[in-house]
């Protein structure tokens, strides 16, 4: 028997202690993703100060090195970010909604370091 306007709940397959867990790992990541977009901002205005003559040309190949090494470094957690995103499991909407967001904004930060590198 259906009731006029009457909806179906969807039920999720996990219980509530696993998407509390995968919650946790989403914000987990998610600071780490600040914590990275933070790092490749002092990059490109350090490589920004560097480009605009604000250090002296004998140590400019040493300056460029070490902020290549700490743009590897950079891509490096990017990719284990990607990883941990791409082993959470989920069935529930909000929290696949949620992944996609992280998804996206490591992408973007992937992309900043890639234009970083290249101006270097």
Known sequence: M???G???A???TQS???VVAVKTEMMKIKGEEEKLSTKILELEEQLTGILNGH???ELHGEALGRI???CIGSVEQIMRLFE???SLQ???QILRQLKRCNVLAVQKLLDRCDSLMEKL
């Open 2 to 4: 259906k009731i006029k």
């Open 16 to 18: 509530t202690g696993e």
């Open 90 to 92: 989920t069935s529930d």
């Open 6 to 8: 009457e909806e179906k």
């Open 84 to 86: 941990q995103l791409d």
């Open 68 to 70: 290549h090494k700490l």
């Open 55 to 57: 250090l002296p040309c």
């Open 10 to 12: 969807v039920v999720s």
